[in-house]
């Protein structure tokens, strides 16, 4: 201890003294603090960083600095999952005539049913692919149709769109915006829409951000759920999907579109 206090140059009284003194007020108040942190932390199973935990504790009545929440979930190493989403677009689908994207030409949505957004991922399973299509209403981000198959085909987007349809019974003049896939532009699709009176806009070649929306609610599944658990089957896939949409994303999950209410929030509170 003494070769030590010599090279930091501090007396041995000084560290002794340093040692026995009891914490501050403020960092007891930072452990306290990150205590709850934690525990939103952890209720969110690691999915929520300093934005959302922030805004989870005022929302619990608490009054803290988004910057002190942020310096505390770093000295933790607590951080949220993230995941990078890459889309290379097949030639096949650029050489499809285009419908009209109407997004472009429509204000935002200011209620429920009036513009939705479809779309299809890939989720690696062994050395297979289990695909996976939502449909989600652009005004409350909520997932109100999704279903899971081997195959990526017309049969696939059809189902989640009958479980949408099912679920929320919209009127005729609905949007349904998707991405220019022959899933979407095959003629069994195109019946349903036209027997529901539904408009199917369609983004431009190569534009991703066009459908923003899902492309984010993809990123957040794989970060969050996908990429952290391994699945036997595809039952025990959909069982997982089903629980982290149903319980977690529409009902629980803080949106910083949404003023950082979950989707179900967001629609109860309009």
């Avoid at 929440?69 to 005539?97: G, I, N, P, S």
């Avoid at 429509?106 to 513009?115: I, K, M, R, V, Y």
Wanted: glycine share 4%; net charge positive.
């Amino acid at each position: 201890m003494s070769a030590l206090c010599r090279h930091l140059e501090v007396s041995r009284s000084g560290y002794y003294d340093w040692r026995n003194r009891p914490l501050s007020q403020r960092a007891l108040h930072d452990a306290q603090l990150l205590k709850q942190i934690q525990r939103i932390y952890t209720a969110s199973q690691g999915r929520y960083g300093s934005p959302k935990v922030y805004q989870a504790l005022r929302q619990q009545g608490m009054r803290v600095s988004e910057k002190r929440v942020a310096r505390l979930m770093r000295q933790a190493e607590l951080k949220a999952r993230v995941e990078k989403v890459y889309r290379r677009m097949h030639k096949a689908r650029a050489a499809l005539k285009a419908l009209p994207n109407y997004r472009l030409m429509l204000d935002a949505p200011t209620g429920l049913n009036q513009q939705w957004s479809a779309d299809v991922t890939y989720i690696r399973h062994g050395r297979s692919f289990i695909y996976l299509a939502v449909i989600l209403d652009l005004w409350s981000r909520r997932i109100v149709g999704w279903a899971l198959s081997y195959q990526l085909n017309a049969d696939l987007a059809i189902a989640a769109l009958y479980v949408a349809l099912r679920q929320r019974k919209p009127k005729p003049g609905l949007v349904l915006h998707t991405d220019r896939g022959v899933e979407y532009r095959a003629h069994a699709m195109q019946r349903w829409l036209q027997k529901y009176g539904i408009r199917h806009s369609m983004s431009r070649p190569g534009r991703c951000t066009d459908n923003a929306e899902v492309e984010s609610f993809f990123k957040s599944l794989k970060a969050e759920l996908i990429h952290q658990n391994h699945f036997a089957n595809k039952a025990q896939l959909e069982a997982k999907v089903k629980q982290y949409i149903g319980t977690f994303y529409n009902r629980k999950r803080l949106h910083s579109s949404l003023n950082y209410l979950s989707p179900v929030q967001f629609e109860h509170a309009a």
